[in-house]
């Protein structure tokens, strides 16, 4: 495998995930937890005896670049090989620009990839949450002498329209690429993960096909180029929008989930804080849930993914809801369906995700938050007493100022004063408007929840 250099793609903007990449790349949300999305494909690397691996940032790098650092938790703090972090910047006698697309930010640092002796260029995601033991892959590439081969998994029709779909020969040459069809012809999809020739890239790749899906592989396949798929059978999951994310997180609590974090053979590395252990008080209830170390719980945790150092207090209830890292829910609050971001603070007898009303589209999000799940960024303070409804978007480093009243209504978004986006729609209720359905309150227990739809 010292034969191959691994890329990892990581600049995407990722905007279908709303707030939650706004300050930091996909690749650098957290995930599962203690993890990261990025650490997937880097566990994969390190797992395959990958260990020359240049990663491409673009947009809010600063997360990732921290996370990463030299690599240290990856074993890729080498100095020969190991993991190298890249930036566009400009060239002499080039307009300085951004990366155009997948295609164009491999091309502007193919001289980093052409000092590398290998003939192999694997070509990978950064955002996707995927187990993938790379050497049968490059094998098969090999194999068949190939210009390009691309991982492929079958995938529901409905999610085939955001992927490159494409049919194979008896040989495993693909012979026919629809790149983000409308209407779908076949439910065998691309993963973004490709294993190039340097040959090959080097002659495809040009200044007019910035992206490898759009351009590259079609070009390729006009010209007769030898491209062929390898079908993986493994687990794969791109968690780019905001139902994605929380269905894969939430997945993770199931009796036998299907991507298995305990492996001992295929462990996950991360960067990890020294934290205390979990602790779990005498008046907590914890079901099916993801617990970090750090964390703190006196309240009811179910079916949640908790990051490391989260706090529920006594009476809080957290269901179905992904909570980050240090974010704290107060005494007799109740957060439902929701996603907090990292240090965020809950107050007393707050409601994030109330009601039943699933339905009702986010208006400044319509096409991101449309399931029910409410999303509340970064650093943010919600006041004590707060009812938050369905497909709500509040943002990052709100305070309690920021709010205009104390109900906060489906589909409705809350920015704070240094935001571009502050919301204009009526947030707060007013005298004589329909009152949200709230959650109910049992005399001698935790809050309850009304009943949700199913995942």
């Known amino acids: 495998m010292k034969r191959t250099i691994a890329v990892i793609l990581a600049g995407g903007e990722g905007e279908r995930l709303s707030i939650l990449s706004s300050v930091r790349a996909k690749p650098a949300v ?10 997937f494909t880097l566990s994969n690397c390190v797992h395959s005896d990958i260990t020359n691996v240049v990663v491409l940032t673009q947009y809010n790098p600063h997360s990732l670049n921290d996370h990463i650092g030299l690599g240290r938790p990856w074993d890729l703090d080498r100095s020969h090989g190991g993991v190298r972090l890249l930036q566009p910047y400009i060239a002499r006698g080039r307009v300085a620009e951004w990366y155009r697309g997948t295609a164009d930010a491999v091309l502007q640092n193919l001289n980093v990839i052409e000092q590398h002796a290998g003939d192999a260029v694997l070509v990978l995601a950064g955002d996707h949450i995927y187990k993938m033991d790379y050497q049968p892959f490059l094998a098969a590439h090999r194999r068949h002498r190939a210009d390009v081969t691309i991982a492929v998994r079958r995938v529901p029709l409905a999610e085939a329209s955001r992927m490159g779909v494409l049919a194979v020969d008896d ?18 999809a ?5 294993v190039f020739s340097k040959r090959a890239l080097r ?22 180029a030898r491209v062929f798929g390898y079908q993986f ?52 209830q914890v079901h099916r849930s993801l617990v970090s170390h750090g964390c703190v719980v006196n309240g009811t945790v179910v079916n949640s993914v908790l990051s490391p150092g989260v706090r529920v207090d006594v009476g ?10 240090d974010s704290v829910v107060r005494s007799g609050a109740v957060v439902d369906r929701s996603i907090l971001d990292k240090e965020v603070v809950v107050g007393q007898g707050a409601i994030v995700g109330d009601g039943d009303d699933f339905d009702t589209p986010n208006l400044q999000e319509p096409g991101r938050l449309n399931t029910g799940i409410t999303v509340v960024g970064k650093r943010t303070s919600i006041p004590r007493g707060t009812r938050i409804g369905r497909n709500a978007r509040i943002g990052g480093d709100v305070r309690a100022a920021d709010f205009p009243g104390r109900i906060v209504r489906s589909g409705s978004s809350v920015d704070g004063p240094r935001s ?8 707060a209720a007013v005298a004589g408007g329909p009152p949200l359905k709230s959650v ?13 739809p199913p995942r």
């Open 203 to 224: 002659r495809w790749l040009g200044e007019d096909r910035h992206d490898f899906g759009r351009h590259v592989i079609p070009a390729m396949l006009d010209a007769g």
């Open 440 to 452: 109910r309150t049992s005399a001698n227990g935790p809050p309850t929840v009304p009943a949700r």
């Open 30 to 39: 957290p995930f599962g937890g203690k993890y990261r999305i990025i650490d």
């Open 190 to 194: 691309s993963m973004g993960v490709y």
């Open 171 to 188: 040989g495993g040459r693909i012979v026919e690429w629809q790149e983000k069809p409308k209407q779908p012809k076949s439910d065998l």
């Open 316 to 325: 809080a209830v957290v269901r179905d809801s992904i909570v980050m890292f």
């Open 420 to 427: 571009d986006s502050k919301s204009h729609e009526p947030l």
């Open 233 to 284: 059978e493994g687990y794969w999951q791109d968690v780019g929008t905001i139902q994605s994310y929380w269905e894969a997180n939430m997945a993770l609590v199931a009796d036998q989930p299907e991507l298995d974090l305990y492996d001992k053979e295929w462990l996950v590395h991360t960067r990890s804080e020294e934290r205390a252990p979990a602790k779990i008080g005498p008046t907590a």
